[in-house]
């Protein structure tokens, strides 16, 4: 089965950074399209980014746009989501998912999510 | 911007069909996902490419797309059927609708 682990949630204040990293196991990391889903306390779901399965390419939500920034590291299995001018408003589990055929297709499967809490 | 609209809520008796609507403009021509997630846990892909079924997943749910709505049907509810339901598509970005909750009562 695909695994999928996320790491890196925290509390931080405003206007902080935090990292969020994803360990992907059991399929081939590197043929595959991922993606970064965020969910506020008693919300729904919203995308936040998306990355190719190279890397070459990379797509934002609106509301994080020039403050979030997606990667991955094809050689360690990791997807990250590096996050600055952190807001209120950013609090939420944040979710990995693996995305088919490419970063416009469904989500097939998702990781357990890690949660970020910005707060004063 | 494209849209997604989903009731917040369906109720249902065991045993009978609860049929959850999503709708966006042309939403027909666009491939549909659906996602099962109960509190606590993550989201379940339980139908992918409008009416596909992943492994796994029971044939009691079924979906369909046409004109502007989109419909994910469970035929036979079951109590551990309850849980928040979330419509997908894609149009220039990945947009999720707002979740409908299904009770079953």
């Known amino acids: 089965d695909v695994q999928l682990l996320e790491s890196g949630g925290d509390l931080v204040q405003p206007g902080g950074s935090l990292r969020l990293s994803c360990a992907a196991s059991e399929f081939t990391f590197q043929y595959y399209a991922m993606t970064w889903v965020r969910q506020a306390p008693g919300k729904g779901l919203e995308w936040v980014s998306s990355i190719t399965d190279n890397g070459g390419s990379t797509y934002y939500a609106d509301s994080v746009k020039g403050r979030f920034t997606i990667s991955r590291d094809n050689s360690r299995n990791t997807l990250h989501l590096q996050m600055t001018s952190l807001r209120a408003e950013d609090s939420a589990v944040y979710f990995c998912?693996?995305?088919?055929?490419?970063?416009?297709?469904?989500?097939?499967?998702w990781g357990r999510g890690t949660l970020v809490t910005v707060s004063s | 911007s494209f849209d997604l609209t989903q009731a917040p809520s369906v109720s249902v008796s065991p045993g009978q069909t609860a049929s959850i609507t999503c709708s966006g403009h042309n939403l027909g021509y666009k491939y549909v996902s659906w996602y099962q997630q109960k509190p606590g846990q993550s989201p379940v892909l339980v139908i992918y490419q409008n009416t596909r079924r992943p492994s796994g997943i029971p044939e009691r749910f079924s979906g369909s797309n046409s004109g502007n709505t989109a419909t994910l049907t469970i035929t036979g509810t079951q109590a551990i059927d309850e849980a928040d339901y979330y419509c997908?598509?894609?149009?220039?970005?990945?947009?999720f609708g707002g979740g409908t909750r299904v009770t079953v009562l």
């Open positions: 997908q598509a894609w149009d220039a970005k990945t947009v």
């Open positions: 998912a693996r995305v088919i055929p490419d970063w416009s297709g469904y989500h097939s499967s």
